[in-house]
């Protein structure tokens, strides 16, 4: 509280001004404390997200080392994505609460920002590419479909083209990883304007336990923290900075093998299809639990202008 009081003052100040207290030796000892809980919290992710990595551990060679009987492992990483989950729990209530200085408020957004694009999420093709362009593209990343259903008939209209090699072989009718049921896009509300995707499937299906157990169960309370510190009830600049996220599609089960065709799918595929389901669903309830209060706000205060005018 005693930083707080010090340091509020800063956040509409001259840019010199507001640059300074975030050395002072109190926020410095204060962000030291929190990269503490954070390493404490957290179990060490092997790999990286969908965005330029490679270490996903979605190749079907790389799970030799762990497996689904390993409960222990399994076990310890849950209980690491729940600490994680925890700490930005408590942040975002710090957030609301009014109890971060400025200083440290923009340490959090700085260092968990890239968490989000990094791990989470995936790069789609440049909407402004011609439709030429498109189907070329499609023609060559879903060969197998183009050709069952007549040229580029097999990539659905307006899902966008995945980037991401490791990402783009789960949507291929023969893939590598068997705990990986066929995948999709699905849900795409931005239609060709989504710029990014939601990497539910590459991380429930991975062949690394730590990127399947643990990454999962920290995405909402990611998401949460970081609208939090974006939004205007609680002096963020406005959720706009995120805003890609809320219409974008997920890499999901298709949605035939979480329907009819769940009963064929092998154990660990129908473990990965219920996995999906249960972390899409909480994801689009945080996503309205996030936006829905700007949403209203907007969209009343048109409705006031229109009356006006």
Partial sequence: AGVDSMMMGTEGGHPSQAAGPRHHPRVAEIVHMLELAHRSCAAPVSGGGGRGHNGTGIGG????????????????????????????????LAVRGGGLAPPVRRWVLD??????????LGDLA?????????????????????????????????????????????????????????GELRFNIDGEDALVY???????ASNDPELRCAL????????????????????GVGLGEIDAVLGCPMLLPSEHSVGYDFRDL???QKWTAAACSYHSASWC?????????????HSSSSSSQGEVA
Wanted: with cysteine; net charge negative; charged share 25%.
């Fill in 61 to 92: 060679g790389g799970g030799g080392g762990h497996d689904d009987d390993d409960n222990d492992d399994d076990d310890r990483l849950l209980d690491s994505g729940s600490a994680l989950s925890s700490l930005f729990d408590e942040l975002t």
């Fill in 111 to 120: 260092r968990f920002s890239s968490d989000l694009e990094d791990m989470y």
């Fill in 126 to 182: 440049d909407p402004g590419q011609t439709q030429t362009q498109r189907e070329v593209e499609r023609v060559l990343s879903y060969p197998e479909s183009s050709q069952s259903m007549g040229g580029t008939a097999g990539a659905t209209a307006g899902q966008g083209i995945i980037l991401n090699e490791e990402d783009k072989a789960l949507l291929a009718t023969a893939r590598d990883n068997p705990r990986a049921p066929p």
């Fill in 198 to 204: 939601v990497r539910f499937l590459p991380l429930l």
């Fill in 216 to 235: 999962p169960r920290r995405l909402c309370p990611l998401l949460r923290l970081l609208a939090t510190c974006y939004d205007t009830r609680y002096g």
């Fill in 266 to 268: 092998s154990p660990p």
């Fill in 285 to 297: 309830r945080e996503l309205i639990n996030s936006f829905a209060y700007s949403a209203a706000f």
